[in-house]
T-cell receptor, first 114, second 113 residues
Framework: GENVEQHPSTLSVQEGDSAVIKCTYSDSASNYFPWYKQELGKRPQLIIDIRSNVGEKKDQRIAVTLNKTAKHFSLHITETQPEDSAVYFC?????????????FGTGTRLKVLA | EADIYQTPRYLVIGTGKKITLECSQTMGHDKMYWYQQDPGMELHLIHYSYGVNSTEKGDLSSESTVSRIRTEHFPLTLESARPSHTSQYLCASNGQVSYNEQFFGPGTRLTVL
């Protein structure tokens, strides 16, 4: 069935360093890839997304890259800060003509050490 | 304010009780979802709906049921709660306007004794 693998499951970085989280999806028809951040005790919130017609998207300190051939996409956080500490989820879906549900990755717990 | 609401936020009940978790959104979204999540762990899709009178089971087997009689309302019911149902339940919705972004509610933390 459809599947999204996410690595690593935990990641610790020093404040100011970069963090990279990687996801691989199985359904080649997937065309929308969001990233969610979930802080402790809070709801998941979208931080950045990318569509299959784009290879890279950047928003301040975060960026996402997509390699459709390899069915692989990654989240990059530069100049990490303690407030970046959270669980990050990647997801894949098919939109608009396919199913709208997300296939989520298993999550990455990022800890930024001050 | 356009948002997605869940009640109750916390619920502690005894085994065998029937419960309904409420979810309402004021964003005019046609698609709604229920996820089960242990704190900080994977998000498991248990039910979803693409419109009124349309419901589907998700990827995780669940003993719960849902209904979608009104666009804005998507309640989840457990007929007989068990300790294995202890978890957090997150409701989400999306529509056509923002491509496909799903907006999540604040969640209901359920404990079954």
């Amino acid at each position: 069935g459809e599947n999204v693998e996410q690595h690593p499951s935990t990641l610790s970085v020093q404040e100011g360093d970069s963090a990279v989280i990687k996801c691989t999806y199985s359904d080649s028809a997937s065309n929308y890839f969001p990233w969610y951040k979930q802080e402790l005790g809070k709801r998941p919130q979208l931080i950045i997304d990318i569509r299959s017609n784009v290879g890279e998207k950047k928003d301040q300190r975060i960026a996402v890259t997509l390699n459709k051939t390899a069915k692989h996409f990654s989240l990059h956080i530069t100049e990490t800060q303690p407030e970046d500490s959270a669980v990050y989820f990647c997801a894949a879906s098919k939109n608009p003509s396919g199913t709208y549900k997300y296939i989520f990755g298993t999550g990455t717990r990022l800890k930024v050490l001050a | 304010e356009a948002d997605i609401y869940q009640t109750p936020r916390y619920l502690v009940i005894g085994t065998g009780k029937k419960i309904t978790l409420e979810c309402s959104q004021t964003m005019g979204h046609d698609k709604m979802y229920w996820y089960q999540q242990d704190p900080g762990m994977e998000l498991h899709l248990i039910h979803y709906s693409y419109g009124v009178n349309s419901t589907e089971k998700g990827d995780l087997s669940s003993e719960s049921t849902v209904s979608r009689i009104r666009t804005e309302h998507f309640p989840l019911t457990l007929e007989s709660a068990r300790p294995s149902h202890t978890s957090q339940y997150l409701c989400a919705s999306n529509g056509q306007v923002s491509y496909n972004e799903q907006f999540f509610g604040p969640g209901t933390r359920l404990t079954v004794l």
